[in-house]
């Protein structure tokens, strides 16, 4: 477990461990809305990963560094992020000494990684190659979540939505 | 990165036709408390530029907190 929360999440950071370690991974969430031109703060990165059991062997040595902790869970719980972990679970909001990660096996009005790849695009991020969802994909995702204080975030990305098509963007 | 004329960065493929979800009344309440001067400058900016913005922000907030506490106390 991390001694203290960050104060700030390190994107770069976070997205540096997962590319080095080659992790098949596609960034969704706020930092993904970022990309599309959304004014909103986010505090943590959301990525949809691939369940395949290499892939989840590779997510779990490049997080292993990172402390990974259940966000939110009382501290000493014997939590230990291991394949076996990541297998017998799905979803994981996790603290990390770079800050709050959510690892994400499926997202409702999304699926897996494999039924979202069609709809992501390899951008660069902070100098690295990731995939981030396409912003309709992006939207149908907060609209399926039924989140209330997802309301003002799908307003804003539709919005981006009919700013980039008056622009042919 | 290639822009548009008029500066846009086109950053990813184009959006065409409509989109693939129906008008939702709630969601359209909330667009209209959408400031879209801010989107607009976004969309001038590179994909990192935007991103560098959301870590300059996020160290703007920490900032503001740690100053909170120091001043109030927690």
């Known amino acids: 477990m991390p001694a203290a929360p960050p104060s700030e999440t390190d994107f770069e950071g976070l997205l540096r461990a997962l590319v080095a370690a080659s992790v098949e991974f596609i960034v969704i969430g706020g930092v993904a809305g970022k990309a599309h031109g959304s004014p909103r703060l986010t505090v943590d990165l959301d990525v949809v990963y691939a369940r395949s059991d290499e892939n989840v062997r590779r997510l779990t040595s490049a997080l292993a560094p990172l402390e990974p902790y259940l966000r939110g869970a009382p501290p000493g719980l014997p939590f230990r992020f291991d394949p076996e972990t990541v297998r017998r679970g799905l979803n994981f909001t996790l603290r990390t000494t770079r800050g709050d990660l959510d ?67 | 990165m290639k822009r548009t004329a008029d500066g846009f960065v086109v950053a990813f493929a184009p959006l065409s036709g409509d989109p693939p979800f129906a008008p939702d009344p709630v969601i359209e309440a909330y667009k209209k408390d959408v400031d879209r001067g801010l989107i607009v400058e976004n969309l001038k900016l590179t994909i990192d530029e935007r991103l560098r913005q959301l870590v300059a922000i996020q160290r703007f907030a920490a900032e503001v907190r740690r100053a909170g506490r120091a001043a109030f106390g927690d």
């Open chain 1, 103 to 169: 690892l994400l096996g499926e997202v409702a009005g999304g699926g897996g990684y494999g039924a979202l790849l069609a709809h992501s695009r390899e951008l660069e991020m902070f100098g690295l190659r990731c995939r981030c969802l396409e912003l309709d994909k992006l939207i149908e995702v907060k609209r399926a979540a039924g989140r209330p204080k997802d309301l003002e975030a799908i307003a804003e990305l539709e919005a981006i939505r009919e700013e980039r098509r008056k622009r042919g963007l």
